[in-house]
């Protein structure tokens, strides 16, 4: 299937001065104005990526064009598989366009407040953003009569609904998360004989790792999102040292400036790179080279997902297998806590679509019982959707019991605080400033803080009423 990566597009529109006012977490990786060939080729792309009018006549929907418009990364190959069965069965195209995640979001919001929106769009799921982020009850279609939603996860469909009503479908298994996946061969060839428990322990063994020339950890700040984990993933560790301080957070009756732990936290990620824990390559390497960098073997630990394994075995040419790699907690601040992410990409209809009945039917099929076995069949990260269809997931013992064995477990802080997951890559683009030495933690933070008071106050959130 058509897969673009739409890269001049954003530049394009930024400099057409299209942003609507109201977007408020919006990021660009853009750097000054596109020369006049890029513009052109900016208008050329917006163009393509305009929903199609080509509806046959009668109301056939044989014919039919739909735009899918997603961040990179949230539409698999084995989606795009089932978007080839999907057409071959209805004679309706799905024109899957994939723009860069650090400008996902101000692109998309170009064209919902432009009144331009792809026929169906992705986005974060999770009660508070689909609603400050996303305008929802003004920009998406009501879901709830549709077949599927009897199915659908209770959970999932309260972190996609504004009140009783139904908006998106989440597309992505949240029953697992990013966790610490380790080398236990380079670990044994390294000296290290447990998993740590504690940052010192960590950085400790990062240092055996490094003396026996292996790359402790592979990190991937080029896409924008992935470096992010390491403080936002630690909701539970924030939670059991602060009682209540997510609470006290979405009450603005505190900030992010004044909590101690969100500064070590943050120091503590800046040691992992000035001590070369990340290697050389860091602020280049991408999300997409992760399987292949960790199965040559040269790094020995990443964040992922538990079927990332099977990948990262798959691409050693079979000098490793999936039992030659473990899991453990994330260890900032001392972590013990597994780390539970019930949100992620979801897909919503546009409210200006022409094609509303034949999204809505795309939507049917991907959620039928044989597209999410097949889902689960053929894309290592998928061991499961959040639909009860009669499907077998895919876990493995391993992963069910390091789930299973984990006394604590708590959720991510892009899901229980308000007004922190639409400004991921901010935050992220801070964080790198700081890494860099040209901001301070307190300024990482603080600019968070404002971030936040920005979202809530457009929101008419009371906590944040002057």
């Known amino acids: 299937m058509k897969k673009r990566i739409i890269a001049t597009l954003l530049g394009g529109l930024m400099a057409l001065n299209l942003i609507a006012c109201g977007s408020t977490a919006a990021t660009t990786g853009a750097e000054g104005a596109p020369a006049a060939a890029d513009t052109a080729a900016a208008d050329d792309a917006a163009a393509d990526a305009a929903p199609a009018d080509d509806s046959a006549a009668g109301g056939d929907s044989s014919g039919v064009t739909l735009t899918f418009l997603a961040s990179q990364d949230w539409i698999y190959d084995a989606e795009q598989e089932l978007g080839a069965k999907f057409e071959e069965e209805t004679g309706i195209h799905i024109d899957y366009q994939i723009v860069p995640a650090d400008q996902y979001f101000t692109l998309l919001m170009t064209k919902l407040n432009s009144g331009e929106g792809p026929d169906i769009f992705g986005g974060q ?36 609904s504004v009140g009783d009503v139904v908006y998106g479908s989440t597309y992505f298994d949240t029953t697992t998360d990013f966790y610490m996946v380790y080398n236990k061969v380079l670990f044994e060839q390294a000296g290290i004989k447990e998993v740590p428990t504690t940052f010192d322990e960590y950085m400790a063994d990062c240092k055996k790792l490094t003396d026996a020339g292996i790359v402790p950890f592979y990190e991937c700040t080029a896409d924008g999102w992935h470096h992010v984990m390491w403080f936002c993933e630690i909701g539970g560790r924030f939670e059991e040292k602060n009682p209540g301080l997510a609470e006290k957070l979405n009450n603005n009756e505190i900030k992010f400036a004044d909590v101690e732990d969100f500064k070590t936290c943050l120091e503590q990620i800046k040691q992992m790179a000035d001590e070369g824990t990340f290697g050389d390559n860091y602020q280049s ?13 040269e790094y020995a630990m990443t964040m992922a997902k538990p079927g990332t394994i099977s990948e990262i075995a798959d691409a050693s040419n079979g000098q490793y297998t999936v039992d030659d790699f473990g899991m453990f907690y994330i260890p900032t601040l001392d972590n013990q806590v597994l780390n539970v992410h019930p949100c992620g990409p979801t897909r919503f209809i546009y409210s200006g679509s022409e094609h509303i009945d034949e999204a809505k039917k795309y939507f049917e099929f991907m959620t039928s019982a044989e597209s999410i076995q097949y889902m689960i069949d053929n894309e290592p990260k998928v061991e499961n959707l959040p639909y009860e269809v009669g499907q077998k997931p895919a876990y493995s013992d391993y992963t069910k019991n390091f789930i299973d064995n984990s006394a604590k477990k708590g959720t991510v802080y892009q899901d229980s605080i308000k007004y922190l997951n639409p400004q991921w890559f901010d935050f992220g683009q801070d964080i790198i400033a700081y890494l860099n030495g040209d901001m301070t933690v307190d300024e990482v933070l603080t600019k968070v803080d404002d971030r936040r008071t920005e979202q809530a106050q457009a929101a008419n959130d009371p906590a944040w009423a002057e």
């Open 125 to 160: 799921s999770g009660k508070y953003d689909i609603v400050s982020q996303y305008d929802v009850e003004a920009n998406a279609v009501d879901l709830s009569n549709e077949p599927w939603v009897a199915n659908y996860s209770e959970f999932e469909k309260e972190q996609t």
């Open 285 to 297: 390497d991408e999300y997409s080279g992760m399987a292949a960098a960790l199965g040559s073997g």
